[in-house]
């Protein structure tokens, strides 16, 4: 869905069907959209969410019709939609600032006009989303509002750029060259440069460098070679958006940011953005139907070469499948309806910290043994009744 939303935006951009084509598949082609692309997490709906409503912006900007913004602005509700916020924030200060800069800046005018009342709604339907987790959560664990999951993260991603223990990563020089690297990488088609996903070092920085430096020349030359300059005015907002839209809100919540480098992803628009100019030139020229077959070898050899990398990655999580599925089937006949795991429910797959949500959903994870009806671990127990056994999974009557 995230290439389909992305081909309609390239065209957008374009006008043009193969380069609209191209730009799409070497944006997710690149290593993080590849790798990452089966993680089961509520940050692919927010990018399906965002481009769709980036898909909306554009239309109003550059063909006037603002009916689609009203339904894209729903966008904020899906996965980590309040992504999409910051999107539509960042899409009033390019109109705001350089009024502000002119000195031509009407707030009664503004206070009317379509982008801020897309963001005032787009702001409402993610305060009201949000308050309606917190209070479902602090219902559900009977705690009070201030102490749900929820509040607690958004504390810790908030203040935490601001702790000496995290400051190595979060200050902003280290967190730019972190962004730096990530960049550099996601330009890159993962056939040429596989990622493992452990760690920063998986993939090869100064093959990635070299590939931005091709993608770079490229699109100054198609750039230059084109009569892109007379579009340049109605372009501009919603290029310069695309650009920074994903930037704007990693470094607001680099707390997140830092450690995790899916989130790289976000910077889907950026990616899309940089390739159309990079393949404009070959608008209405033969040798885009040569780049469009070479494109398609290179993603298909993405898509193989990620099917070998993960093959031994999976092989702890494929073995414990089974043993999951026959203590879901001991669960439903015991009534059990809360479980808990003594090592913690990171630990149970090894390199998946959240494996346990996903094979014991529609059963509560229980923070503590008081709260639960059964024992799931690896460890052997002396004292609890074992009840069911598998392969590599015990299960232990509550005492």
Known sequence: LCMLVGYRIALLLTGDRLVSLLATMFTFMGVFFVYYKEMIHFDQP????LMLLFL???RYELKGESKWLWVA?????????YVSTFLLLLWNLIHVVPMLLNR??????YLKSTPFLVFILGGALSTAALTSNVISEARIKEVPWYETSIIKSAKWRLTSPLRAERSDKTAIVPFAVTQAERTAAGFAPYALLPYGGNGESGVNLYAASIFVLLVLVLAVYSLTRTDLTRRARRLWPVVTLGLLAGFFWLFTLRSLAAFHNYTAMYNALFYLVSFCA????????????????LGAVLFLSSLVQLHETRAAYNKPGNAISGDVDRIRQYFRKARVESVFFPEGYRELVEGSPYAACLYFGGFRIADSLAEADAIVTRMKLNEPELVEETVRLRVYSVP
């Open 46 to 49: 927010a990018i399906l969410g």
């Open 56 to 58: 909306a912006i554009c």
């Open 73 to 81: 602005a729903l966008a904020v509700l899906l996965g980590r939609g």
């Open 104 to 109: 031509r800046f009407n707030i009664a005018r």
């Open 278 to 293: 990079v393949f404009y030139a070959l608008r209405r020229s033969r040798l885009a139907y040569a780049a469009v077959s």
